[in-house]
T-cell receptor
Framework: ETGVTQSPTHLIKTRGQQVTLRCSSQSGHNTVSWYQQALGQGPQFIFQYYREEENGRGNFPPRFSGLQFPNYSSELNVNALELDDSALYLC????????????FGNGTRLTVT | QKEVEQNSGPLSVPEGAIASLNCTYS??????FFWYRQYSGKSPELIMFIYSNGDKEDGRFTAQLNKASQYVSLLIRDSQPSDSATYLCAVKRSNFGNEKLTFGTGTRLTIIP
């Protein structure tokens, strides 16, 4: 049990729509990271939030945005969905100040049609 | 050149034998190295991490790191059918929690009963 909870588990959206994915961090963790894993690929880093501020971003367009709340839970928002956004979205929480390996939540499977 | 390279497989190993999974990385500044196991349709699960050159053993798993050769491997002894999964290698530039993970595309391992 990693303590990281993601919702929803599965989601189907239409091209052009917007989607919000949610992540509840493990207790005591102040950093949350989001990754996208397309079929047959390794996870790709989207961005990371530390104490409610974005402090790292991968090669994703601005239509991928996020939030981290005072309780350290987080949202990933994707606007103007494209077919290539279909993927498994993974959230992981950690202690930003120290060295702690990432443990992922169960993920959200997004399908864009 | 990909930042993290793995043989995509599939790698087939008889039950009870040793499975050997390999990974090379291009960034000499990488400091932390991780192995994740991913069952089909599930999120990646951390099974090993290693920071120093040499071997690190945990049960049936041994991680091996050679920074000079930019090479990290995972050995699975006494392979079981439940070990059949995709194994993802990931590297990080620092030992701090707020550094992103860079993943390979994974090696699909099949244990043959």
């Amino acid at each position: 049990e990693t303590g990281v909870t993601q919702s929803p588990t599965h989601l189907i959206k239409t091209r052009g729509q917007q989607v919000t994915l949610r992540c509840s961090s493990q207790s005591g963790h102040n950093t949350v990271s989001w990754y996208q894993q397309a079929l047959g690929q390794g996870p790709q880093f989207i961005f990371q939030y530390y104490r409610e501020e974005e402090n790292g971003r991968g090669n994703f367009p601005p239509r991928f945005s996020g939030l981290q709340f005072p309780n350290y839970s987080s949202e990933l928002n994707v606007n103007a969905l494209e077919l290539d956004d279909s993927a498994l979205y993974l959230c992981a929480s950690s202690l930003g100040e120290g060295d702690s390996p990432l443990h992922f939540g169960n993920g959200t499977r997004l399908t864009v049609t | 050149q990909k930042e993290v390279e793995q043989n995509s497989g599939p790698l087939s190993v008889p039950e009870g034998a040793i499975a050997s999974l390999n990974c090379t990385y291009s960034d000499r500044g990488s400091q932390s190295f991780f192995w994740y196991r991913q069952y089909s349709g599930k999120s990646p699960e951390l099974i090993m991490f290693i920071y120093s050159n040499g071997d690190k053993e945990d049960g049936r798993f041994t991680a091996q790191l050679n920074k000079a050769s930019q090479y990290v491997s995972l050995l699975i002894r006494d392979s079981q059918p439940s070990d059949s999964a995709t194994y993802l290698c990931a590297v990080k530039r620092s030992n701090f929690g707020n550094e992103k993970l860079t993943f390979g595309t994974g090696t699909r391992l099949t244990i043959i009963p």
